[in-house]
């Protein structure tokens, strides 16, 4: 069996203060692992952390404490960096050039075989059909960000690690990328995903991790992570109520719930379902990183 894509443990990054020689740390004891065939989700408030863990993921930042592990490799290897497709938060490619331009340049210094008709393929993939022999300086940020997108699929990697990867795509777009992301890991790929888009996550991350100010607040699946623990809400017909109409709903706490159910079976109640109640991302976010004491 193929071994853990992501392993990071105890991860420590500091940086020295902008004024002074005192450091802080940016990640502090981070620990996480991405198994095989998995998309996790990695979220965070601004400043809490997720740019720098993405950095020594893909070995462009040395931890100052702790490792990280890929496929039980060093980040950076030759080896480790072949099976890596990379999104970037801000796509930074010299504005002379093409998509295709920069997917041939690519492709020779990565030693792909793909050819023309293979980016053009890409590049039909990612919606830039028609854009392919464009020069990048008449991009738009979100088409930036396509052409990013093509070229971390270009060598068709074993993990793709996504930082903020929607940031500045409309709608449309959103929705194509997210498609993207599944259609990848349904051919097999593993996927790290940072983002602050709660609703893209929660559509397509089978777990993910809150970080605030460098620290893992909540981790879970996404079943784990939004259902509540000790809430559940039973649908019920009232006695003699018309078959057509909408169910009721009532939400109570565990504590109270089986003599809740019983109350209402003795009022002459059909009870329909019980069901644990469940919140949104957003609360989950919201109080993992309140209770942590917010952002930066
Ligand atoms: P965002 O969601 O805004 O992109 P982030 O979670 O990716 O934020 P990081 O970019 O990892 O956060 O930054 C974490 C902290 O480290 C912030 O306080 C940031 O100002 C600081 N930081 C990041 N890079 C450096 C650097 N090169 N030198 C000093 N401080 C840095």
Known sequence: MDSLPIEVRNLEKSYRRKLGLSSFKAVDSLSFELHTGEILGFLGPNGAGKTTTIKCILGLLRPSKGYVRLWGDVPGS????????????????????????????????????????????????????????????????????????????????????????????????????????LEENRRGASIFLSSHLLSEVEAVCHRAIILSKGRKVAEGTMEDLLRTEDRFVITYRPPGGDASSEPLEKEVPEAVLQETIDELRREGCFIERVNPLYRSLEEVFLSATESAGGGK
């Open 78 to 181: 030759g080896k480790v960096r072949r099976r890596i497709g990379y999104v970037p938060e801000n796509p930074d490619y010299e504005d002379i050039f093409t998509p295709l331009e920069l997917l041939d340049m690519f492709a020779s210094m990565r030693r792909l075989e793909t050819g023309r008709k293979e980016h053009l393929e890409l590049l039909e993939r990612v919606n830039l059909s028609g854009w392919e022999s464009v020069r990048l300086r008449n991009f738009s940020k979100g088409m930036r960000q396509r052409v990013s997108l093509a070229l971390a699929l270009q060598s068709r990697p074993d993990l793709l690690v996504m930082d903020e990867p929607t940031g500045g795509l409309d709608p449309v777009a959103m929705k194509e990328f997210r498609d993207v992301i």
